[in-house]
């Protein structure tokens, strides 16, 4: 079973950057697409970003264009979500989620086709 950890939440006030971590008991990414996905109390989980890693293709959907970037750091085999420009809208729960690379025809943004998410890190954006 692989084991997802997610890192770098908090409060932080409006307009300011926080960025996300995640790492997973891999010896490496390499046959994994990498998402972030987020939840808001109330509200249904919503996909933020996702990064195939052994070519480094990014997707995002369109309301998060601009203010979110995911990216890998391959030394350290983690994921980061660089999150700027925070907004009250922004707090929720954020998950990492892997799933195998290749093997779904699904969308990167669906939830279900991810196998494998941590317990989740909350950010809270004051205004």
């Known amino acids: 079973q692989v084991q997802v950890v997610e890192s770098g939440g908090g409060l932080v006030q409006a307009g300011v950057s926080l960025r996300l971590s995640c790492a997973a008991s891999?010896?490496?990414?390499?046959?994994?697409?990498v998402a972030w996905f987020r939840q808001a109390p109330g509200k249904e989980r919503e996909f933020v970003a996702a990064i195939w890693w052994i070519g480094g293709v990014t997707y995002y959907p369109d309301s998060m264009k601009g203010r979110f970037t995911i990216s890998r750091d391959n030394a350290k085999n983690t994921a980061i979500l660089q999150m700027n420009s925070l907004k009250p809208e922004d707090t929720a729960v954020y998950y990492c989620a892997l799933r195998l690379a290749g093997q779904s025809r699904q969308p990167m943004g669906a939830s279900e086709a991810y196998a494998y998410w941590g317990q989740g890190t909350q950010v809270t954006v004051s205004s």
């Open positions: 891999l010896r490496t990414f390499s046959n994994y697409v």
